[in-house]
């Protein structure tokens, strides 16, 4: 079956179709934007069924990963099988495509002889508008202080994520605290996490909170005194600037990042953090403490302590 072996391998790919399929029908779109590999299926069907129909619809798809670099979502092995085939049989029908990175876009042309290179669109924060001021603060929701050092990782909690490398890191940082904002705060994964923070004596300094408005993202985290991102070495890991990564530059914090390549070449070449060998508990590597809180809190304060942007590789964090 080839590619079309998606349809075994994977049915719930129908279930999105069976949910969404009818009523982009009855939206009777000019455009069609498919967010990500797994919609790709249901935005190009309902374009061949309006042009079947006599309308001209346009497709854009939003690709956000790699997918032969990725981790797969379940442990299915066939999973990710089903996800290529059926990205492979789609992607052809797409008008335009957008994706996160220079280099992940090159990848996407060449993985599927794309006429044009997709355009990049940053996972930037939006701070265009107004900016809200989440109340009760980061500080005020982990209940300490201003003066107490905080570390803060924003995310879906995902084991190739490592939040549980924030936790082994706390015996060594006395008086640290950790602040885990994740979408989904009842996975299992996060439940271990708490259950090795006890182990350790640190689960009153390791915070579960949930996430913000996306207005609220820039402030909420700039009352942190670092943002970690210790993500494990996975193909689309190395390739991208991920969401976190903006919204801590704009929040103004420094970054301790794992060493995978795009964003640990960044950090050092911006000198807004370091980088350590991924699944290593970030300690001496990690600038958070008393002395480096207050410095870092100066240096926010100072516009040049931030990157400037030079090009679309570069954050551009807020004033």
Not at 124 to 136: A, I, K, L, M
Request: net charge neutral; aromatic share 6%.
């Amino acid at each position: 079956m080839g590619d079309r072996a998606w349809r075994r391998l994977d049915p719930a790919l129908w279930d999105l179709e069976l949910s969404f399929g009818p009523v982009v029908d009855e939206l009777r779109p000019d455009l069609i934007h498919a967010n990500d590999f797994q919609m790709l299926g249901v935005g190009a069907r309902a374009k061949l069924r309006a042009r079947a129909g006599g309308r001209d619809v346009k497709l854009v798809w939003d690709a956000h990963e790699y997918l032969p670099g990725m981790k797969s979502w379940k442990g299915h092995p066939w999973w990710k099988d089903a996800q290529i085939g059926h990205e492979n049989e789609f992607a052809p029908h797409a008008d335009a495509v957008v994706t996160v990175s220079e280099l992940l876009a090159e990848m996407l042309r060449d993985r599927h002889g794309l006429t044009e290179l997709p355009e990049v669109v940053m996972n930037v924060p939006d701070t265009s508008g107004s900016v809200e001021q989440p109340v009760p603060g980061l500080r005020e929701r982990c209940g300490i202080g201003p003066g107490t050092p905080l570390m803060v990782y924003s995310g879906a909690p995902l084991e190739q994520r490592g939040l549980h490398i924030l936790v082994e890191a706390l015996p060594d940082l006395p008086g640290v605290h950790a602040a885990l904002i994740v979408s989904y705060p009842q996975w299992r994964y996060v439940k271990r996490t708490q259950e090795r923070a006890a182990e350790l004596g640190v689960a009153d300094r390791v915070h579960v909170l949930e996430y913000v408005p996306h207005r609220q993202v820039v402030p909420f985290l700039s009352e942190a005194d670092l943002g970690v991102i210790p993500i494990h070495h996975w193909g689309n890991h190395e390739i991208s600037l991920i969401t976190k990564f903006f919204e801590y530059s704009h929040a103004r914090i420094p970054v301790v990042v794992s060493d995978v390549k795009t964003m640990s070449g960044l950090v050092r070449r911006t000198g807004q953090g370091r980088s350590s060998p991924p699944r290593t508990p970030p300690t001496s590597r990690a600038p958070c403490g008393p002395s480096s809180t207050t410095r870092r809190r100066t240096a926010r304060r100072t516009p040049s302590a931030s990157p400037s942007a030079s090009g679309p590789g570069t954050p551009r964090p807020s004033a």
